[in-house]
């Protein structure tokens, strides 16, 4: 570290009512500093967004597409100054997403109807499927206290949400940004239920997709080395 990085960090340190004191002298000292992040798609002259709707897949449990645009319009309502739509989600054409993404003649439709400046939208996919086996695992003996490795069945399922979202200027149907988010988790099948599973996957994306239009900031670690 530089001795101008070293006084920089001690000036910000001094400003947060950090003591100097002279017993500090010689000690690293962890600083935590918030660095401004630009939103990573620029948003100039966007105000109202459309969300939705979704390419899907189909689910017994619920319906996937109205609550992915529950929670992204809720997001983009708690965390910007964009005017959210609260129309009911549009439907899409039975195209693939590669050629939704092309169809811009459907968008500049989309954006008149509704008189959107931006689009969001693109595809959502939440599967499960059977991840039971055998596992290892250590067994302690209740009588002799011995350890050892036994393989035993488990009943499991994984869960998978991948999120592709495309991002459509509403003047021309043009796409200006897009990207694609997935998780998965594997569980207990008798301790999981898939509508709660969805939910905490989702949460998960949150950070990701207001990034994409909202500024943020990220915490960093920085140590400062006094004299």
Do not use: C
């Not at 965390?79 to 009911?88: E, H, M, R, T, W």
């Not at 092309?102 to 693109?122: M, Q, S």
């Amino acid at each position: 570290m530089t001795r101008r990085l070293m006084v920089a960090l001690f000036v910000i340190l001094i400003h947060m009512g950090w003591p100097a004191s002279p017993a500090l002298a010689g000690r690293p000292q962890t600083v935590r500093i918030q660095l401004p992040m630009e939103a990573r798609m620029d948003t100039e002259g966007y105000r109202r967004i459309l969300v939705g709707g979704f390419l899907h897949n189909d689910s017994p449990v619920m319906d996937i597409e109205k609550e992915l645009v529950r929670i992204l319009r809720r997001e983009l309502e708690k965390n910007s100054d964009f005017l959210i739509l609260a129309d009911p989600p549009p439907s899409l054409p039975e195209q693939r997403l590669e050629e939704l993404k092309k169809n811009a003649p459907f968008f500049v439709a989309l954006a008149e109807e509704f008189r959107a400046d931006l689009i969001i939208t693109g595809r959502i996919l939440y599967t499960s499927v059977d991840r039971s086996g055998f596992v290892q695992g250590e067994y302690i003996s209740p009588t002799t206290g011995r350890r050892t490795i036994r393989s035993y069945y488990v009943d499991r399922t994984g869960y998978t949400l991948k999120l592709d979202l495309i991002f459509v200027r509403g003047s021309d149907g043009q796409l200006v940004y897009d990207t694609s988010f997935i998780q998965e988790v594997i569980l207990d099948t008798d301790e999981s239920d898939p509508l709660g599973v969805f939910f905490d996957l989702a949460e998960r994306f949150h950070d990701n997709y207001l990034a994409v239009m909202v500024p943020r900031s990220r915490t960093e670690i920085r140590y400062l080395f006094t004299e």
